[in-house]
């Protein structure tokens, strides 16, 4: 072979490894095209997976705090219930304090000997009246006000020349509210 021809021939041989290379490489740019696509597709993929779990961790979260609330709402009403009807059970005990303070005989406010047994009396109703306010109990205000039949109970009317109608002359029974609630509404009578 001539010297010509040998260079034509490494020419070709050159050209065609050029060629090769660029298609080597035109295909490993489409196959790396191609990959990244699928990288592309498959993060994406993940991204709206953990945005599903994202929102549904949130979800869950709100729905806990909802179930605390709650709990903690049904707690308190259990106990303020619980309460109310403490209260309600020792409500006639106080009534008798009051109805045996009102009916100590004069001469034995006088005596000696009876002063101990009133001051202790007096002593047990200021304690439980204390403890009813601690608990935010208070007794409802009647005499003199306009009968309401959100607090008060009319027993019956009498005719009561000092006084307008409806309006409440006498306390028959004291009433009681816990907090915003009635405990037991104040029985009373009222003028016609």
Not at 62 to 67: G, T
Not at 100 to 118: G, R
Request: aromatic share 4%; glycine share 4%.
């Amino acid at each position: 072979m001539t010297r010509k021809a040998s260079h034509h021939q490494e020419e070709i041989q050159a050209k065609k490894a050029a060629e090769t290379l660029e298609g080597q490489e035109a295909q490993a740019e489409v196959q790396a095209e191609a990959a990244a696509a699928g990288l592309e597709a498959e993060l994406e993929a993940q991204r709206q997976q953990i945005e599903k779990l994202r929102e549904e961790v949130i979800r869950r979260a709100a729905e806990f705090e909802n179930f605390r609330k709650q709990k903690e709402r049904e707690t308190a009403l259990a106990s303020t219930r619980t309460l109310e009807n403490n209260v309600r059970e020792l409500l006639p005990i106080l009534d008798d304090i009051k109805r045996l303070m009102q009916h100590i005989p004069a001469e034995l406010q006088q005596t000696a000997e009876a002063k101990p047994f009133i001051d202790g009396v007096a002593l047990i109703s200021k304690n439980f009246n204390s403890w009813l306010e601690n608990k935010g109990v208070r007794e409802i205000e009647a005499k003199g006000q306009k009968l309401d039949v959100n607090f008060h109970e009319a027993i019956t009317q009498i005719d009561h020349p000092d006084a307008e109608s409806d309006t409440i002359v006498e306390e028959y029974q004291t009433g009681y509210t816990l907090g915003d609630r009635v405990i037991r509404h104040a029985k009373v009578i009222v003028a016609r």
